[in-house]
C-alpha cells in the first residue's frame, strides 16, 4: 500500500476491477479457464505498462491470492503423500517409486546443466564484456549460503508446526513418508481402528481437493494483478536489462528449449505419449508458474492436472511432483547458475579448462538436491556455485535484475521437468492410464463447486467398505463433476528487488 495519497493507483485499482468485472461475465458465459488466463495476462501487461509505478493496490490483491494459496500447499501436500501411500499396501512400491522420482528428476537437470554449457561457451557469452564489479551486495548474497551440515538438517523434520508455516516441502515429506510407512507396517495385521485412521486421511483429502476448486476459480484474477507489477517492475529496470541484453535473451532461449524440446523427447522415448497433447494439458499449470514465479505453489494444480488429465496414478502424481520443488530444478539450478557461471568467466577472463566445467556441473547437480520452489531460488543457487567454485559473487549482483525477469520462465521449465518425470515414473512402472490421457480435454469443464461437494460426500458415503485400498480405488471413481484444474500457484510477489534478498525463481 502507498504510504500516501496516489490517485493514479486508484485509477489503476479501477481499471483492474474492471476487467475482473469483465473476466467474470466472460466465465458466466462459460469461456475456458486457459482463455480466460491468456486475457488476462494480456490485460496485466496493458496495465502495468500504462500505470507503472502507481501499481500499490493492485499489488495488494495479488499478495492476498498469494497468502490464500499459500495456506493451502502444506496441508494439501501432507494430506495427498498420506493418502497416495497409505494406498500403496507395500514399502516395496514406496521404495520403487522414491528411487525412480529422484532418479528422472535429477537427469532432467543435469541434461539442462549441459545444454547450458554448450550453448554458453560455444557462444562466447560474456566474452569482451566490462564488468565494474559493485562493493556492495556480494556480503549480503554469500551470507545467504549456509554451511553444507546446516543444509542437511534443514532438509529434515524439526518442528511440524515450524515446517507447516514456512511451507518447507521437504520436511513435510519426509514426514508424512515417516506416518504413511509407520501405517503400512501396522496395517499388516488388518487393525480395524487402522481403517478408521485411512478414512479421516481419504475424507480430509476430498475435501482439500474441493477447497482448491475454490481457490481454482481465482487464479484468472491473480494473474491480472500479478502480470500488472511485474510488467511494472520490469520496466522501470530496461536500462540494466538492455545492459545485458544478451544474457537475457539466451536465458530465455535456453530456458524454453529446455521445458518443450528436451522434455518432449523424454515424454516420446521413456513415456511414449504424445508431447504436444501432453504440453496443451499442462499448459494452465505452465502458465501461471511463468506469472508467479513459485514451483511450490503450483502443486494444487499440477498435482490434479498429472492424475485428472494425463493419467498419472495420485501415489505417483503427489510424491514426485512435491519433491520435484526441492530436487532437480533445472531452471534455477541448471540453466541460471551456469549462465551466470559462463557469463562471469568469460567477461572476467578467467581460465577454465574441460574439468574446471565438468566440476561446475557436478557442483550444480549437488546443489540441486536442495533447492527450495520458492521465489529467490535462482540468485540463491548461483550463490551457493559461484561460492563452491571460488568465482566472485559480485557478479550475481549485477545479473539480480535479469536473474527475477528470466525467472518466469525458469519456474516454468521447473514444473514442466517435475510434471515430465511423473509422467515417466509412472510409464516406467506400467501404471501410467492411457485411458484418461485419451479422454482428457484441454479445457477443464466447468461446473458448480457446491454440486461437486455434494457428489464428493455422497460418493465417499457409498463407498465405506472393509478394505483400506478400496478407499484409494474410490478416489479414482469419478465424480458426477471435475474439479475445474485451471491454474493455480503460488504467486511470488513482484516487489522491486531493492536486494538480492528479494530475488524471485
Not at 120 to 148: Q, T, W, Y
Not at 175 to 193: E, S
Amino acid at each position: 500500500m502507498p504510504d500516501s495519497f496516489d490517485p493514479l493507483s486508484l485509477i489503476s485499482l479501477g481499471a483492474t476491477v474492471a476487467v475482473f468485472a469483465i473476466l467474470i461475465g466472460l466465465r458466466l458465459k462459460r469461456l475456458g479457464f486457459t482463455s480466460l488466463v491468456l486475457i488476462a495476462l494480456a490485460a496485466g501487461i496493458g496495465i502495468g505498462v500504462a500505470f507503472r509505478g502507481h501499481l500499490d493496490y493492485v499489488g495488494f490483491l495479488g499478495d492476498a491470492y498469494i497468502q490464500l494459496i499459500t495456506a493451502i500447499v502444506a496441508p494439501l501436500i501432507f494430506i495427498s503423500i498420506l493418502s497416495s501411500i497409505t494406498s500403496l499396501g507395500t514399502l516395496a512400491r514406496l521404495r520403487t517409486t522414491g528411487l525412480s522420482s529422484v532418479f528422472w528428476l535429477l537427469l532432467t537437470n543435469a541434461i539442462a546443466i549441459v545444454l547450458t554449457l554448450a550453448v554458453a561457451i560455444s557462444l562466447g557469452l560474456g566474452r569482451g564484456v566490462e564488468l565494474d564489479l559493485p562493493d556492495a551486495g556480494a556480503d549480503i548474497l554469500a551470507g545467504m549460503v549456509e554451511p553444507l551440515d546446516q543444509v542437511i538438517l534443514g532438509l529434515l523434520p524439526s518442528n511440524l508446526i515450524g515446517d507447516f508455516a514456512s511451507n518447507a516441502i521437504l520436511p513435510i515429506i519426509l514426514f508424512a513418508v515417516a506416518i504413511a510407512v509407520a501405517y503400512l507396517l501396522a496395517a499388516r495385521n488388518d487393525n480395524r481402528d487402522l481403517r478408521a485412521f485411512k478414512r479421516v486421511i481419504d475424507g480430509a483429502k476430498q475435501v482439500l481437493m474441493v477447497t482448491v476448486g475454490f481457490i481454482i476459480e481465482l487464479t484468472p484474477y491473480a494473474v491480472l494483478a500479478l502480470v500488472a507489477t511485474t510488467t511494472s517492475t520490469a520496466i522501470t529496470r530496461i536500462e540494466t536489462i538492455l545492459s545485458l541484453l544478451g544474457v537475457l535473451v539466451l536465458g530465455f532461449a535456453i530456458t524454453f528449449a529446455d521445458a518443450y524440446l528436451v522434455n518432449g523427447v523424454l515424454l516420446r522415448v521413456f513415456a511414449d505419449v504424445n508431447p504436444i497433447r501432453w504440453f496443451r494439458f499442462l499448459t494452465p499449470a505452465q502458465y501461471t508458474a511463468f506469472t508467479t514465479q513459485s514451483s511450490v505453489g503450483t502443486l494444487p494444480i499440477t498435482i490434479p492436472t498429472l492424475t485428472k488429465k494425463i493419467g498419472v496414478p495420485e501415489n505417483i502424481a503427489s510424491f514426485t511432483a512435491p519433491i520435484g520443488t526441492t530436487i532437480g530444478m533445472p531452471g534455477c539450478s541448471g540453466i541460471w547458475p551456469m549462465l551466470s557461471a559462463v557469463f562471469a568467466i568469460n567477461a572476467l577472463g578467467i581460465e577454465y579448462s574441460i574439468v574446471d566445467y565438468v566440476t561446475l556441473a557436478v557442483l550444480a547437480l549437488f546443489v540441486s538436491l536442495g533447492t527450495a520452489g520458492v521465489p529467490g531460488t535462482a540468485i540463491v543457487t548461483a550463490t551457493a556455485v559461484f561460492t563452491a567454485a571460488g568465482l566472485p559473487i559480485e557478479v550475481l549482483v549485477l545479473l539480480i535484475p535479469i536473474s527475477a525477469v528470466v525467472g518466469t520462465a525458469s519456474t516454468m521449465s521447473n514444473v514442466t521437468a517435475a510434471a515430465t518425470a511423473a509422467t515417466i515414473v509412472a510409464r516406467r512402472a506400467g501404471v501410467l492410464d492411457d485411458a484418461v490421457f485419451a479422454a482428457a480435454t484441454s479445457e477443464p469443464d466447468r461446473v458448480e463447486l457446491e454440486s461437486e461437494a455434494g457428489a464428493a460426500v455422497e460418493s465417499h458415503a457409498s463407498a465405506r467398505v472393509e478394505h483400506d485400498q478400496e478407499f484409494a480405488d474410490e478416489w479414482d471413481v469419478p465424480l458426477s463433476g471435475e474439479i475445474p484444474l485451471g491454474q493455480c500457484e503460488l504467486p511470488g510477489t513482484t516487489k522491486t528487488l531493492s536486494s538480492p534478498s528479494t530475488a524471485r525463481s
